[in-house]
């Protein structure tokens, strides 16, 4: 029997590329969600057909649970297996994953699980599917009066209010477009003209609602993406640009964040293209330890080799 690992060196998964990370805190455990970056390139793109799931209870000794949904379960979706997002309510589990679709266009697919680690049952259609290519990147949070919300996007961020399936959101709302202006996202190089690309990740912590996004600054080509967050008083906003989370040097184009708060540590997830063989299209999740400012403030993340087992 080995010894247990009492330091998780980053890339903290290297059997095989992942990406997006997504954790989701369930019990005694935390959940990592990731898409897969496949070894053999497609027309020199990201390839990528399946989503994994890894889990930890103390950051550092991490149990692979495989491949826990694929493009093979969801019969109208043919290509791109993006960024996902796991929530629990009512002692089922959702994934929430970005697909193309076989008639064209991006759209969100929904997993559905009595386990955390899967397998997950396709809907069996689009839960939000507007005909364009801005429905990527789903993030989830229900909120403590238990309102779901699921913000997504690239160019714009946009949401709805989850019913209380998880399955279905409220028509009368419809899918609400956020303003994108400099004050919420901050000046910046994208189609918006804000710094806010795509990879929203939405939480709440003391009362303050967090945007963490992937970000391109002013001035700056489309070819790096760095991390910024943004916060506000309410769920729907208004937002207030936060500044940058964490910089752009990581060997890849993209990065993802993914933010929890773990037996009372709070970490950072986000993916380089460190492992070896690694590039734009093989990337590798990483994982820092950050702390908060008493005002809710986070000040810039270093990339870092690694984090310590907490009991």
């Not at 070894?39 to 799931?53: A, D, G, K, R």
């Not at 826990?68 to 589990?93: H, M, Y």
């Not at 477009?177 to 919420?184: D, G, H």
């Amino acid at each position: 029997m080995s010894e247990k690992k009492i330091f998780c060196k980053n890339p903290i998964i290297t059997s095989i590329y992942t990406a997006d990370p997504a954790p989701m805190v369930y019990g005694d455990t935390l959940y990592l969600y990731t898409t897969h970056d496949e070894e053999e390139l497609v027309n020199n793109f990201y390839t990528m057909i399946n989503w994994h799931c890894f889990s930890t209870t103390d950051m550092v000794n991490w149990t692979d649970h495989g491949q826990v949904f694929s493009l093979d379960d969801i019969e109208w979706a043919d290509d791109r297996a993006w960024a996902p997002q796991a929530v629990e309510r009512n002692g089922k589990f959702f994934l929430y994953c970005p697909v193309h679709k076989k008639d064209g266009g991006m759209a969100i697919a929904v997993g559905i699980s009595d386990s955390p680690t899967g397998p997950f049952k396709d809907l069996g259609y689009p839960l939000v599917d507007e005909g364009d290519w801005n429905d990527i990147d789903p993030t989830v949070f229900i909120d403590d009066d238990g309102q779901a919300y699921l913000y997504f996007g690239n160019p714009e961020l946009r949401y709805v209010l989850l019913n209380e399936d998880m399955i279905s959101y409220d028509k009368t709302v419809g899918i609400v477009k956020v303003p994108m202006t400099e004050e919420a996202f901050g000046k910046g190089s994208h189609m918006t003209g804000t710094t806010y690309g795509e990879g929203p990740w939405f939480y709440k912590r003391n009362n303050i609602y967090y945007m963490v996004y992937a970000a391109f600054a002013a001035g700056e080509g489309h070819h790096d993406e760095h991390l910024a967050y943004s916060v506000s008083e309410g769920p729907t906003g208004p937002w207030k640009y936060g500044g940058v989370l964490m910089t752009e040097e990581g060997g890849v184009f993209t990065n993802h964040p993914g933010i929890a708060d773990f037996k009372g540590h709070s970490y950072l997830f986000y993916h380089t293209g460190e492992l070896p063989g690694g590039h734009l299209f093989h990337r590798s999740v990483c994982v820092a330890e950050f702390k908060y400012n008493e005002d809710g403030s986070i000040d810039t993340i270093a990339k870092c080799d690694g984090v310590n087992a907490i009991e």
